[in-house]
């Protein structure tokens, strides 16, 4: 019943069958947590305005864009590629190392 299932169908279905709807709940519960989540993030704003004016400014359009997740997904790119560069420097230099070490002998 929690997910769903009417009950006439629930006493045709075996366990199995019923995954669909089992899977279908989840995404509803997680779809409606996020939906919280974001109206949370409506109120903050619209508190933080109103107590704080110009300092603090609601937004002009939605959180969340197609936009917003390009650029968090640049920056992210960049970031992976800034640790990449680091760990093989060290990498490099810990070879160069244990090369001279081995070359001395």
Same mark, same amino acid.
């Given at each position: ?6 009950? @006439?169908?629930? #006493? ?6 019923? *995954?669909? +709807? !089992? ?12 939906? /919280? #989540? ?8 619209? @508190?933080?305005?109103?107590?704080? &004016? *110009?300092?603090? !400014?609601?937004?002009?359009?939605? +959180? &969340?864009?197609?936009?917003? /997740?390009?650029? @968090?997904? *640049? ?5 992976? /590629?800034?640790?990449?560069?680091a760990w093989? !420097? ?9 090369? /001279? ?5």
């Amino acid at each position: 019943m929690t997910y769903g299932v009417p009950y @006439v169908l629930f #006493w045709h279905l075996n366990p199995a069958k019923l *995954k669909p +709807f !089992k899977l279908a709940y989840e995404h509803q519960l997680e779809r409606d947590n996020r939906n /919280a #989540w974001n109206q949370g993030l409506y109120i903050k704003a619209a @508190v933080c305005s109103a107590l704080l &004016g *110009k300092k603090a !400014k609601y937004p002009d359009k939605p +959180f &969340g864009t197609a936009e917003e /997740a390009k650029e @968090v997904t *640049k920056e992210s790119a960049e970031i992976a /590629a800034k640790k990449f560069d680091a760990w093989t !420097k060290i990498y490099n230099e810990r070879f160069k190392k244990n090369d /001279a070490e081995l070359s001395s002998e």
